[in-house]
C-alpha cells in the first residue's frame, strides 16, 4: 500500500483559523479529516514518532494498535498539540494547521480526546457532569446556576441515549460503574460535537459486557465523527476495525483489515506473535 496515495494537496494554503469552532467548516473535500505527515518527535534522542505518516478518512473508525512503547498515545499527542513535532506536519482537513494551535484551541475546535483515566466530577451527577461539558471554561457554580437552552437540554438528553446512561442522570458519578464513567466522558466530549474523536485504551479494566457495550458506542459513532481507537484488546479490535493500522518504533508497520493485518509475518513478528 502506498502511504503517500492520500497526501494532502500542497497547492492548498493553510488558512488562519478565525472561528474558535473551527471544526465544523473543515475542508474534507479530499476524504481526510486528518494529515499526518512525516512526523517526528524525539524524548533525549530517541525516536517516538519516526516519520510517521497516517490519514484518516473523514467519519471513519480507525483502530490503531501496536506494541508497548510503539508511538500510540505519543501520535495522540502530536493530533491534540499537547507535544510539538520536531519536523512534518499535521492539517485537520485541507486547510487548518494544527501546529499553529493551543491544544486549547485544537479541542475546542473540534478534536475531543478522551484519555485513560476517566476524569468525570464525581460528585456531581450524570446530568450536571453533561451540562458542564456544554460550557466553555469549567467555573462550575457559575454554570450550574445558570438555565440551559432548550436546545442545550435537547443535546443532554440526545447524549445520555447515546452513552446509555438515560436511567443514570440523577446519580452521582461517583457511584457509576468503571465503565459508565468511560461513557460519561465520552458522552462529555460529545456535548462539544467534536468533528474528531482519540480514545486511548477505552476498555482496558472493563468487565466483558461493559467491553461489548463499548464496541456498540463507537461503531454508533463512526459516520457522525471520525473515531481514532487504540487498543490493546486484540478481540475487541476485530469487533469494531475496518481499518487497522499497526504502529512499530514510531511508524506505521502495516495497515488494512484486521484479516490483512494479523497474516501479515511482519506483524507477527513483532507484535501478535507474541
Ligand atoms: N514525555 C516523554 N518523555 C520521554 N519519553 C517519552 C515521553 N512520552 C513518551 N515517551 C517514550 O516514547 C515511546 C513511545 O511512547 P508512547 O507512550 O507513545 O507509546 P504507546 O504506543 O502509547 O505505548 P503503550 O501501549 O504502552 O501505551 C516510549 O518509549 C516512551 O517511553
Ligand atoms: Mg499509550
Redesign the pocket.
Known amino acids: 500500500m502506498n502511504p503517500f496515495k492520500h497526501a494532502r494537496n500542497w497547492s492548498t494554503r493553510a488558512l488562519p483559523v478565525k472561528d474558535p469552532n473551527f471544526g465544523h467548516a473543515v475542508d474534507t473535500s479530499h476524504g481526510p479529516i486528518l494529515y499526518i505527515e512525516d512526523v517526528n518527535v524525539s524524548f533525549d534522542g530517541f525516536k517516538a514518532l519516526n516519520n510517521l505518516n497516517l490519514f484518516i478518512d473523514d467519519g471513519e473508525l480507525r483502530c490503531i494498535i501496536g506494541p508497548n512503547g510503539a508511538g500510540?498515545?505519543t501520535m495522540m499527542d502530536v493530533i491534540t498539540g499537547k507535544t510539538k513535532p520536531d519536523s512534518g506536519s499535521i492539517f485537520f482537513g485541507q486547510q487548518i494547521n494544527l501546529q499553529h494551535l493551543s491544544e486549547h484551541q485544537i479541542s475546542r475546535g473540534g478534536i475531543g480526546r478522551k484519555f485513560q483515566k476517566p476524569t468525570v466530577f464525581e460528585a456531581l451527577s450524570v446530568y450536571e457532569n453533561l451540562e458542564l461539558a456544554t460550557a466553555d471554561d469549567k467555573r462550575v457554580w457559575h454554570i450550574l446556576s445558570h438555565q440551559l437552552t432548550g436546545a442545550q437540554r435537547d443535546k443532554i438528553d440526545e447524549v445520555l441515549y447515546t452513552i446509555g446512561l438515560s436511567q443514570h442522570v440523577h446519580n452521582s458519578a461517583g457511584n457509576l460503574s468503571h465503565g459508565q464513567k468511560q461513557w460519561l466522558e465520552i458522552g462529555m466530549l460529545l456535548m462539544q460535537s467534536p468533528r474528531v474523536l482519540l480514545v486511548?485504551?477505552p476498555v482496558a479494566g472493563m468487565t466483558g459486557e461493559e467491553t461489548e457495550r463499548t464496541a456498540e458506542l463507537l461503531t454508533s459513532l463512526a459516520g457522525k465523527h471520525s473515531v481514532i481507537v487504540?487498543e490493546h484488546d486484540m478481540a475487541f479490535v476485530r469487533s469494531i476495525a475496518k481499518n487497522v493500522t499497526v504502529l512499530h518504533q514510531g511508524s506505521v508497520l502495516a495497515e488494512g483489515t484486521m484479516d490483512q493485518v494479523q497474516s501479515n509475518p511482519k506483524v507477527i513478528e513483532v507484535y501478535l506473535g507474541e
Open positions: 500510540k498515545t486511548d485504551e487504540v
